[in-house]
């Protein structure tokens, strides 16, 4: 149980606010219940690395298992509710339920594997391959896995697929050359 001797509460997250950062005490697995944010890592000389980008459905906060404290930050993208998980609570449930020690671990080893698969590919594979795996995360929940906003911005996604911002930029006006995909904005269209 958490420290007010709750399992699950609610948390709202207004957009730009943070719901952990590196080096706080891991006590909380967060599912996201509605929203959009971002995790990332602190490099040298202040800047950051996207980690990953995180929707409804998502768990997260799994960074805090290797030493007791997070290795990250989660910031909204948008307001944002998250319901918290005691870790307590969640590693007992675990035991008792193979199911959901299934989903946590299926939860682990997708975030394993997501670096090795964008680092493989060329700057506009990997980007188009970022985009159909976001299209496939939103049909996996009901959403339209066509047309979509993207609530993160272009430079967190050149981040998060280690590309400069302006190879990022040319590869999302390239890609619509194709006729694979309509960009305007934050829109896209498959």
Known sequence: LSAD???????????????????DLFEHLYEVRSGNLKSSLSLSKGHERVSGFHMAGDLIGLDGLANGHHLSDAVALEDTEVCAISYAFASELAKRMPRF????MQNLSREAVKDFLFGCLLSSKRLAAFLLNFSQRLSARGYSPREFHLRMSRADIASYLALTLQTACRSFTELPTSRLLEVEQRHVRL
């Open 101 to 104: 020690q299934h989903a946590l």
């Open 5 to 23: 001797g709750r399992a699950f509460s609610r948390r709202r997250i207004r957009a730009g606010e943070t719901l952990y950062r590196e080096g």
